[in-house]
């Protein structure tokens, strides 16, 4: 059976990768930073499974000391601008080709397998066909790319760490935040709070209870700028408990509207800079809460709207 | 308050401490591990047990890893001139207000969103090359621009990027906030395939295309009104 693990050597490989290619790129004025970053996260893929709880959690600072003392930069690019667009005008629209590959290969490969006897082959690891699936799409759309138009054999690696190089550590970010809401849930703060909030619900009605929920994935979210973080706190404090356990919720409504509860408050926080803040800068608005201000008339009937949809929809 | 209520409420302070953070405009890569340190010796774990804590939430979540492995499919392509092909498909579109420029926009970023090519668009890859001034192109046809309109209509470009990206991104099940979800609930034996997520977020998309696309209408008819005012003088 093809398991999780086998993505995580796959992507861990690919970290690893980034992380030498980065060490020798002269480029690059922090690459040492670059390469330790992205071995760290290599080394996390690869071999967290094996590592103690205390030296994956040495690893979780070691990332946010890189990330806090800015020791992140980026290589310059090997292609230019102008030979791109070149390019782009010698291939055409056949430049989207390789990326319908992969999202067939994780689209139909899913619902192939899922939905045909060849789940019963138990060839991938339960829940994690789709994972396993967008890796094989990618090696497959990389096949094709190569076969076509015959790229140096480390471009792939070189055009992805351009990428992952723009992106930096806020590439991870999001992981960091998913492990505060655990390290939150863990020590009662989603408790605390879900009976802060449950003193406001009345007992045995639904309605309330959903706006509570809503209400509060968006408020959480405008606190922290992010509604991964709130996430994992309001379903353990209202979601799990009340919504689903309490009233039979629909739980795969309930999380995903949930989520997107928060995302509206993604669009009223300046505390979520990158969406917000960064394109009121990079547009050189006068105004640096512009952004949020043509946003606010959608976000607050988007919140409405989607805690209707949680109470029809879930219940 | 007897003490037992005082120790429940102490580790909400980790939670203040995301608040001034953020406020204080922190690095958010130190505010989150700062948090949740705060947030366990408050509770009363060791120090050791925090970061042991830290570390084991930070491996059960690796999976959010996961999408980038696409990076170098699409990095490949762009060397081969696919950020100029997408520009030649947007800039195909050549509608006549600013409005309906941005309705179109709406669209298209909610659709790349949700077949998982979310980061071929964005602030500084379209919107300010290529969105806000064909926005302020179409609008200075409409209206004798203003700089607050200007800035406005700049703003609404932006603005519109980021709901087409919120609300396109969940339809495509490999996407992070997905996974997040589907973690968070197997913590409570809930166990749910990332597509069972996914087809709810099609609803919300579509009442997103809807209301954002009607004050995009508004801004339209907003802009036509500052012409008439135009119209009026010598």
């Known amino acids: 059976m093809i398991t999780i693990q086998f993505v995580f050597y796959l992507v861990g490989a690919l970290f690893a990768a980034w992380s030498l290619l980065s060490l020798f790129d002269r480029t690059n004025p922090k690459r040492f930073g670059n390469a330790a970053f992205w071995g760290l996260i290599a080394l996390s893929l690869i071999a967290g499974h094996l590592l103690e709880d205390f030296h994956n959690g040495l690893l979780v600072l070691a990332l946010a000391a890189l990330a806090t003392f800015k020791m992140l930069g980026r290589g310059a690019p090997s292609v230019g601008e102008a030979e791109r667009a070149a390019a782009g005008e010698r291939h055409g629209n056949k430049l989207f080709l390789p990326i319908l590959v992969v999202l067939l290969t994780a689209v139909l490969g899913t619902l192939l397998y899922l939905y045909t006897p060849l789940r019963e082959t138990g060839l991938f690891e339960k829940n994690r066909e789709t994972f396993i699936l967008l890796c094989f799409g990618v090696l497959l759309a990389l096949a094709v790319i190569f076969a076509w138009l015959k790229p140096p054999i480390l471009a792939p690696l070189d055009e992805g760490r351009r990428l992952i190089d ?16 655990l390290v939150l849930a863990d020590t009662g703060v989603g408790k605390t ?123 | 308050m007897g003490e037992g209520a005082l120790n429940q409420y102490l580790p909400l302070l980790g939670i203040v401490v995301v608040i001034f953070g953020f406020a204080l405009r922190f690095n958010p890569m130190l505010v989150v591990p700062a948090a949740a340190l705060t947030t366990g010796l408050l509770a009363g774990f060791d120090i050791e047990e925090v970061i042991g804590k830290l570390g084991k939430a930070f491996n059960d979540a690796r999976i959010i890893i996961i999408p980038w492995v696409v990076l170098p499919v699409i990095g490949l392509l762009e060397r081969y001139g696919l950020q100029q092909r997408a520009r030649a498909v947007i800039g195909g579109f050549r509608a006549a207000t600013a409005g309906r420029l941005l309705i179109l926009y709406l669209l298209y970023r909610q659709i790349i969103s949700a077949i998982g090519l979310h980061s071929t668009a964005g602030h500084p890859q379209t919107v300010r090359p290529l969105l806000a001034p064909m926005a302020v192109a179409a609008a200075e046809k409409q209206t004798e621009l203003d700089e607050e309109t200007e800035e406005k209509v700049k703003a609404y470009s932006a603005a519109t990027d980021n709901v087409g990206l919120f609300f396109g991104e969940d339809i495509f099940f490999a996407i992070g906030s997905i996974v997040l979800i589907q973690q968070t609930l197997e913590a409570y034996d809930i166990i749910l395939s990332p597509l069972e997520l996914a087809v709810w977020a099609i609803p919300t998309a579509i009442a997103a295309f809807i209301i954002h696309g009607a004050r995009l209408l508004m801004l339209d008819r907003s802009l036509a009104r500052t012409t008439g005012d135009g119209m009026r003088r010598p």
């Open chain 1, 166 to 181: 723009a992106v930096g550590w806020a590439a991870v970010l999001p992981l960091m935040l998913a492990a505060l809401g």
């Open chain 1, 193 to 315: 709070i879900g009976t802060l909030l449950l003193t406001v619900i009345p007992e045995g009605t639904v309605l309330p209870a959903v706006i509570v929920f809503g209400v509060g994935m968006a408020l959480l979210t405008i606190l922290t700028g992010n509604a991964f973080a709130a996430f994992p706190v309001m379903a353990t404090a209202i979601g799990v408990p009340l919504l689903i356990q309490g009233y039979g919720g629909d739980p795969a409504v309930v999380g995903a509207i949930g989520m997107l509860a928060g995302f509206c408050g993604t669009l009223m926080t300046p505390m979520a800079a990158n969406f917000n803040l960064v394109p009121a800068a990079l547009l050189e608005l006068k105004d640096q809460n512009g952004v949020i201000k043509a946003q606010i008339g959608t976000a607050i009937p988007m919140l409405v709207v989607n805690i209707l949809f949680i109470y029809f929809f879930a219940f």
